[in-house]
């Protein structure tokens, strides 16, 4: 045996020593031990408060993948438009069509923005979300994609949720796969996670009921993947789910995995409720806080490990204390430096944009080397 699989041993037999007392000490030994978890496995880590157990298995695995290395990415968002006609009570950043706050970003605003961003933050990639906004057909979308891809080659467009997806194949009348091959064709490389939610019919049913059916979400996800897009998953946990349905949305992104391979990145981040119906019909009064950050980000580790690769730490929601502490149980990403976001600072939560370098210097403060990546998560520089 090679001296690198002894230690490898030796450190497992230690974990598994420190965990022999925790209550999921069998899950957890099967996650150290390379077995896939299955949703009884999930019920049981969520039913547990044993943090400092999850933590140091969700640490373990993301060493074993990444080692010493936290990744993030120079991104700009770009939120195209705030009109929407969805009304998600979870959402304080749309305005109906006509609202006097209500607005939507022409190409050459948009051109300006990442020519700025570009110059000022060496930006590599644009975030690119809005509102359902019923006035953008599939023309305005693709008319911005190739303009920024002619002028920006380098920059990476990711873009689009699934539910936006949707919107622009109600608009144009039109089949979400093809509405997806001529957003690609256009220039979109791939879709962030936004959208799902808790994907469970129930929740959404209270907290977004005009929004696209978690059926829906997994459809469009397949399609994308099927025609070449790589994209993000999501949770936004913290508003009315159970336990149970946090469990079934972590293994309906688990399955859709195995069978496509197309989630780069699973991004679990707490509900902020200032500003939103939820918190004024007194629904939701308060953020679910950082335990439930760190037991979210240990379990996504635990669970896709083997499946989805990176963990995104949630600093824009979290702050960037917690996101350290987030790297230390599982997560290897800190995300990106989201110039620009307008959308959770509707919520009036703290600073919702970094530069590359206070990212750097939180990454460095944990004893971690930070490294840039590209928007498929391949490092462009190390620091
Ligand atoms: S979350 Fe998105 S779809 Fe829902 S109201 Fe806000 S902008 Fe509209």
Known sequence: MCNNRKVILQKNILISDLLYNSDIFNILNKSLNNEHLG???????????????????????????FGNTVTFVNNIILNYTNVCITYCKFCAFYRPPKHKESYTLSLNEIINRISVSIENFNTTQILFQGGHNPNLGLEYFEEVFTTIKKKFPHVSIHGLSASEIDMISKVERSSTKEVLSRLKDAGL??????????????????????????????RIMEEAHNCGLK????MMYGTVETDEQIAQHIIKILKLQEKTNGF?????????????????????????????????????RIMLFGLIDHIQSSWLTNGIGMAQLAIYHGADDFGGTLIGEEVVSA?????????SNKIIDSIKQIDFSAAERDNYYKIIKTY
């Open 264 to 300: 780069m990145a699973f991004i679990p981040w707490g509900f902020e409720p200032n500003n939103t119906q939820l918190y004024s019909d007194g629904i939701i009064r308060y953020p679910s806080g950082g335990f439930n950050l760190l037991k979210m980000i240990s379990i996504s």
């Open 231 to 234: 994209s993000s998953a999501t």
């Open 347 to 355: 919520t009036g939560a703290r600073s919702t944009e970094l530069t």
């Open 39 to 65: 949703l009884e496995d999930c019920r049981e880590l969520i039913k547990s408060d044993d943090i400092y157990s999850l933590g140091l298995v969700g640490n373990t695995l993301r060493n074993r993948l």
């Open 189 to 218: 490389d791939s879709l962030p996670g936004a959208g799902a939610e808790i994907l469970d019919d129930q929740v959404k049913s209270i907290i977004s009921p005009l929004k696209i059916s978690s059926s829906t979400w997994l």
